[in-house]
């Protein structure tokens, strides 16, 4: 019998296994590359039966591969083996180098574990390196490098010259174990880089396909969509405008990107941009236009990323609110307005009047009565002494007290933020004092002309009064409509000689007569002067110039406010 001390069968075998390794880098995918395993022992060692058991990522193996016999490779393979049995198995062995045999006299106790096995039985061996059917050899696989974490096991039965094989063919057996371990390694990677290259192109490809998706949303959105610079020297600079927000402001996109939005936004508003949040903010401002006009928008920001650790941009959405604003301002408009004459209404009066107003007393003295008014009644008057006859020139107006600011606070307390409004002390004559004066003005004969010629006369000359009270006063000053006849002026800065210069010019800008459908009707007015000091209501203030101004009508006689 052969022998494989001789050269020329270790030189066959060592051609075999070179053939067989030499196959193992051909195999094109992680199973091929197992089967050529299984294959190459039965081809190129000499082995009847081989069968591979790979680890899977829970620990246990799996039957992977088998050669050698049709019948045994389609009754295992797929079956599971757990690492606890296999781990008894290799431990209990008798080690042949990287090699582990388990003799039929010992391998009877391992009939009932999990790990899946195929045997024959035959006779007992008839000298003692024969091969017996119970005999059990694994060639473990281990990954290279100093963990030698186990890859699989490699187990094969039946030498072809019925012996056990010897050091050459252990060291054979051991060598190609390595080389599997190395190939299906390299299998594994080749696996894995290809389901991560299908994985990158279906990300690319996804990708690509969002990118485009978002662009035709971003260019082709309705409304405006911008792309901004966010952190950095160059925040809040637009790099991407789409054509809808270009159409909306009238610029460019290569212009728009010389701008951020704090250089559009209108000076009122640079605040409300500032405290709008990058992630989130929403804002509503007006941004300019090309032709210098400014349109209300809506701001809504979100950050997006360029990468997942790259740059972040400022992604806003602007809507045009234009038309909704100018509604808006139109319900305001005739909520704080009187829907015939556009004056401020009753409500408005009070508001503003109110804001000029606290509870606390600007100094220590009683609070002004009615006696503190003075009233003016029907008729052509001469102007008080010292006044040459023009508006602007009948009383001094104070810019410093234009806006109700000039006024030191009286005193500390909860109020020193308040800039507390007050009166002038002397009556009817001028101390100096500058304050915030109502003229309280009640139409008179009015009734008369609406008894007369009807409502639609009437409605016209209330007209008519309202524009030549509010062409009567300064732009700072207000002219509200309380109700039916009666109106009530607010001019801030004016001292005891000013109030009456500018009631005596309102009541003869009234008197002339007034056209309404060919026909010419007049009426008078009666004025009474008060002054809003803090301290008092609202209801004070009004009521104190309402009841001067009665006292002004009454003292003069009825044909003296005749109208009509």
């Known amino acids: ?128 390196d024969e091969w ?37 063919g252990q060291e054979a057996l051991q060598m190609y174990a390595s080389q599997s371990a190395i190939a299906i390694s390299n299998a594994r990677l080749r696996s894995n880089m290809q389901r991560a290259l299908i994985r990158l192109e279906r990300e690319q490809q996804a990708l690509r396909a969002s990118e485009e998706s978002f ?39 290569s212009v728009m990107r010389r701008y951020s939005f704090a250089d559009l936004v209108h000076p009122e508003d640079i605040g409300t941009l500032l405290r709008t949040s990058a992630e989130g903010g929403r804002a509503e401002l007006r941004l300019g236009r090309r032709d210098g006009t400014y349109v209300w928008v809506s701001l809504r920001n979100s950050v997006v990323a360029d990468t997942a650790d790259g740059p972040r941009f400022l992604l806003t959405h ?69 006044h040459d006859g023009g508006y602007e020139g009948g009383y001094e107006y104070d810019h410093e007290h234009e806006h109700g600011f000039g006024f030191e606070p009286a005193g500390g307390g909860a109020y020193d933020h308040h800039v507390h409004t007050v009166a002038p002390t002397g009556g009817d004559v001028d101390d100096g004092t500058k304050g915030l004066a109502v003229l309280f003005c009640d139409l008179d004969g009015f009734k008369s002309i609406n008894d007369r010629f009807g409502h639609h006369t009437g409605d016209a000359v209330l007209i008519e009064v309202a524009r030549r009270l509010t062409t009567g006063v300064r732009d700072g000053d207000t002219v509200a409509r309380l109700g039916g006849d009666e109106f009530v002026v607010l001019a801030d800065g004016l001292g005891a000689a000013d109030a009456a210069d500018l009631a005596v010019r309102l009541r003869n800008a009234i008197i002339p007569p007034i056209r309404v459908d060919g026909r010419a009707v007049r009426v008078g007015a009666s004025f009474g002067i008060g002054w809003a000091e803090c301290g008092m209501t609202v209801e004070e203030v009004l009521n104190s110039a309402d009841q001067r101004m009665y006292v002004e009508k009454r003292s003069r006689a009825k044909v003296q406010r005749r109208a009509g």
């Not at 186990?150 to 019925?162: A, F, M």
Request: charged share 25%.
């Open 318 to 386: 602007v809507e045009d609110i234009e038309e909704r604003k100018r509604h808006e301002l139109q319900l305001a408009h005739r909520a704080s307005h009187d829907a015939l004459t556009g004056l401020p209404n009753s409500a408005e009066l009070r508001s503003r009047l109110s804001a000029r107003l606290c509870e606390r007393p600007a100094h220590g003295g009683d609070r002004p009565g009615p006696d503190s008014a003075a009233g003016f009644g029907y008729g052509p008057e001469p102007l008080p002494a010292g």
């Open 132 to 168: 017996h059917p119970h005999d059990r050899l694994y060639a473990p696989m281990y990954a290279s490098g100093t963990g030698r974490e186990l890859l699989g096991v490699i187990s094969v039965d039946r030498p072809r010259n019925g012996r056990h094989p010897g050091p050459w």
């Open 1 to 128: 019998m052969e022998t494989e001390s001789e050269p020329y069968v270790r030189l066959s075998t060592l051609r075999q296994l070179h053939q067989v390794v030499a196959d193992l880098n051909t195999a094109r995918s992680l199973a091929d590359t197992l089967q050529t395993v299984a294959d190459g022992v039965v081809a190129g060692l000499n082995y009847q039966l081989a069968c591979v058991n790979l680890v899977r990522p829970d620990g246990d193996l799996v039957v992977a591969a088998f050669a050698g016999d049709p019948a045994a490779e389609a009754l295992i393979t797929g079956r599971v083996g757990s690492r606890d049995a296999w781990e008894r198995r290799l431990s209990m062995a008798v080690p042949w180098g990287d090699l582990r045999f388990i003799p039929h006299t010992e391998g009877w106790v391992l009939m009932d574990d999990d790990v899946p096995q195929w045997h024959t039985d035959g006779p007992a061996p008839r000298f003692e």
């Open 215 to 253: 662009r035709q949303a971003f260019e082709y959105a309705p409304s405006g969509m911008a792309i901004a610079e966010l952190g950095g020297d160059q925040h809040g600079r637009l790099l991407r405008t789409n054509d809808a927000l270009c159409r909306l402001l009238g610029r460019p996109a």
